[in-house]
T-cell receptor
Framework: DAKTTQPPSMDCAEGRAANLPCNHS???????VYWYRQIHSQGPQYIIH???NNETNEMASLIITEDRKSSTLILPHATLRDTAVYYC???????????FGPGTRLSVLP | EAEVAQSPRYKITEKSQAVAFWCDPI?????LYWYRQILGQGPELLVQ????????DSQLPKDRFSAERLKGVDSTLKIQPAELGDSAMYLC????????????FGNGTRLTVT
């Protein structure tokens, strides 16, 4: 079973920041948080991952709370092409496979 | 950027027929995964390879599904005989298999069983 909880859907206005929350209250100290997204009819696309520090790359920022029980993926300026299902996954480094939950369906509205 | 290649992109087959999917991972990636994704759900692992060896096939329906990665590079997933409930997207992913390396997915094969 997935170890994360995400809202089933969210809307965001184009050009605004999209903040996608994820709860992982049972996360262990050696488990990483990964984010993927899946655009219709394509395979999941890796976005970002982190252990406890906040991370940023060209696609997004990942904010992990100090107790590591939740995190937020931030798309700073959402575009229509960011409409997708976003998956939050926790996984031990070099551990078991990535277990996907149902994710959050983000709709970016014009 | 290197990609995971999968073929065919779409496959329609009749129930009780055999069907096969092919995956070529990113060069140098030792770990290869096959996932199945039913419409509206997240992907579910079928089998995981480390080089040519199966690491986890606990969720693979072995009475009809088989997977191989003979030379530790590309891989084939087979279903024989196909059933109506096998209609899904079949996704292949690969990773370097080290430390916290992420998975990289192909665009999948959409199977429809009629």
């Amino acid at each position: 079973d997935a170890k994360t909880t995400q809202p089933p859907s969210m809307d965001c206005a184009e050009g605004r920041a999209a903040n996608l929350p994820c709860n992982h209250s049972t996360i262990s100290g050696n488990e990483y948080v990964y984010w993927y997204r899946q655009i219709h009819s394509q395979g999941p696309q890796y976005i970002i991952h982190g252990l406890k520090n906040n991370e940023t790359n060209e696609m997004a920022s990942l904010i992990i709370t100090e107790d590591r029980k939740s995190s937020t993926l931030i798309l700073p300026h959402a575009t229509l092409r960011d409409t997708a299902v976003y998956y939050c996954i926790v996984r031990v480094a070099n551990g078991q496979n990535f277990v996907f939950g149902p994710g959050t369906r983000l709709s970016v509205l014009p | 950027e290197a990609e995971v290649a999968q073929s065919p992109r779409y496959k329609i087959t009749e129930k009780s027929q055999a069907v096969a999917f092919w995956c070529d991972p990113i060069s140098g990636h030792a770990t290869l995964y096959w996932y199945r994704q039913i419409l509206g759900q997240g992907p579910e692992l079928l089998v995981q390879f480390q080089d040519e060896s199966v690491v986890d096939d606990s969720q693979l329906p072995k009475d009809r599904f088989s997977a191989e990665r003979l030379k530790g590079v590309d891989s084939t997933l087979k279903i024989q005989p196909a059933e109506l409930g096998d209609s899904a997207m079949y996704l292949c992913a690969s990773s370097q298999g080290q430390f916290n390396s992420p998975l990289h997915f192909g665009n999948g094969t959409r199977l429809t069983v009629t």
